[in-house]
């Protein structure tokens, strides 16, 4: 079984740009979630998507939104982008959302200049 | 509010070494704390994982000891290995309305010298 692959692995953006990052769950696998990674505050939990709907959010701003779709798929979005989003955007995917277990992408590497 | 606290910060061992990564958490409602190797430039991987019903859970070489009156569990990595040289986190996780939602240790740096 392929793992959870994300798009793009490395970003470079400019701030106040936006920014749309992919992951694709393990198939089968239909909850998806969201984490930031910095060196500063750790791995942080971003939000919680399962049949196209967030079931939990962590403690972000509102600039960081994300969607999944019909086939468990899911994106997130930065929008205003500031030098502080700079981190590595993990997602991980489970098969459902009472599975604890979580299975982790390689990231997506972004760069706020 | 820091929920896992994961010491120590980094850890040098040697070839064929013991390595010793400690976790203590506070939120009495955790009920599973998995542990994840990361290798520069990758995602974090689950190494292994354990639930407060038992003490002790082996994997090859990987053993987490878990105690649940201390609020505090380990990963024990017997026989070091170069290739062990890798990031560690702990996370301790609870069902909150029908999800599992882990937190995360701050990490700990190993390098197991030859």
């Known amino acids: 079984k392929a793992g959870v692959t994300q798009t793009p692995r490395y970003l470079i953006k400019t701030r106040g740009q936006q920014v749309t990052l992919s992951c694709s769950p393990i198939s089968g696998h239909r909850s998806v979630s969201w984490y930031q990674q910095t060196p500063g505050q750790g791995l942080q939990f971003l939000f919680e998507?399962?049949?196209?709907?967030?079931?939990n959010k962590g403690n972000f701003p509102g600039r960081f939104s994300g969607r999944q779709f019909s086939n468990s798929r899911s994106e997130m979005n930065v929008s205003t982008l500031e030098l502080g989003d700079s981190a590595l955007y993990l997602c991980?995917?489970?098969?459902?959302?009472?599975?604890?277990?979580?299975?982790f992408g390689p990231g997506t590497r972004l760069t706020v200049l | 509010q820091q929920q896992v606290k994961q010491s120590p910060q980094s850890l040098i061992v040697q070839k064929g070494g013991i390595s010793i990564i400690n976790c203590a958490y506070e939120n009495t409602a955790f009920d599973y704390f998995p542990w994840y190797q990361q290798f520069p430039g990758k995602g974090p991987a689950l190494l292994i994982a354990?639930?407060?019903?038992?003490s002790e859970k082996k994997e090859g070489r990987f053993t987490i000891s878990f105690n649940k009156s201390a609020k505090q569990f380990s990963l024990h990595i017997m026989d070091s290995q170069p290739g062990d040289s890798a990031t560690y986190f702990c996370?301790?996780?609870?069902?909150?309305?029908?999800?599992?939602?882990?937190?995360f240790g701050r990490g700990t740096s190993l390098i197991v010298h030859p």
């Open positions: 354990i639930r407060p019903d038992v």
């Open positions: 996370a301790a996780s609870m069902r909150t309305g029908g999800s599992y939602i882990p937190t």
């Open positions: 991980a995917s489970s098969p459902d959302p009472g599975t604890a277990t979580q299975y």
């Open positions: 998507y399962f049949s196209e709907t967030q079931r």
